[in-house]
């Protein structure tokens, strides 16, 4: 996976993908491809997701600690 990939460029990709699949507009030469990317970009997506969840997280538990510094 791209180190500069970003969640919405990713997503966009999964979109494009997935249009692509459901009006059948994707050869079945370069369908095992499209999937395997698309499965890499939810792994992606997934990730970022799930990291941003646990900093969000983290954060209202410091505000609600009185503070907004995450090191203390």
């Not at 030469?29 to 997506?45: G, N």
């Amino acid at each position: 996976m791209e180190q500069n990939l970003t969640y919405e460029a990713a997503y966009k990709e999964l979109k494009q993908i997935a249009g692509e699949i459901e009006t059948e507009s994707v050869s079945v030469d370069v369908l095992a491809a499209k999937v395997k990317r698309a499965s890499e970009l939810i792994t992606f997506c997934q990730s970022k997701l799930r990291a941003t969840e646990l900093e969000v997280t983290n954060i209202i538990k410091q505000m609600e600690k009185g503070t907004t510094n995450p090191k203390e």
